[in-house]
């Protein structure tokens, strides 16, 4: 509903989503979850945020004190490639370590995350410092390689040969 008051008032907003099926006694339906509920981000002049701040349903501008802090550019990039992508992807506890990478092919070809190895496939951990929250996307280990700097790896090709 905020969203849709935003875009009312002329603001972009994004509202990242995953889907999520749900069992009800009579049927199964897939619904679209937030991927950071709570969570929704807009541009914005941060000497105007009244027309913001008085949306039902908004609590707050994420900061230190009254403050506004900026999510990093490249922070939502890699969710916006994300979503809009259609691979596969959830909600992830946020992570600090691991192994950074930079995917080379797919959808995706640019972002920086971390990979990791869940339940038999690999996942692009995408992150926002600033609110501690984490996207897991899924991908195919061959589109990644190491980002330079980081900790050599055995499981990620240092070489990445891009299908048609």
Not at 32 to 50: A, E, K, S, V
Not at 103 to 129: A, D, F, M, Q, Y
Request: charged share 20%; with cysteine.
């Amino acid at each position: 509903m905020v969203a849709l008051q935003l875009r009312g008032k002329g603001y972009e907003p994004f509202l990242p989503v995953y889907k999520s099926r749900r069992r009800w006694s009579d049927r199964v339906k897939d619904i679209d979850q937030p991927l950071f509920p709570g969570y929704l981000f807009c541009r914005f002049d941060p000497l105007d945020r009244m027309p913001i701040l008085v949306i039902p349903g908004v609590v707050q501008i994420v900061g230190i004190g009254k403050q506004p802090i900026p999510i990093d550019d490249e922070e939502i990039a890699g969710i916006q490639a994300a979503v809009q992508s259609g691979l596969p992807r959830e909600a992830w506890p946020y992570q600090q370590v691991g192994e950074k990478v930079r995917v080379e092919c797919g959808p995706l070809r640019g972002v920086e995350g971390v990979l990791l190895n869940i339940k038999s496939s690999h996942r692009l951990i995408l992150s926002v410092t600033l609110l501690q929250r984490s996207v897991a996307v899924e991908v195919d280990e061959a589109w990644v390689t190491p980002v330079a700097g980081g900790p050599p790896s055995l499981s990620v090709p240092a070489q990445v040969q891009c299908g048609p």
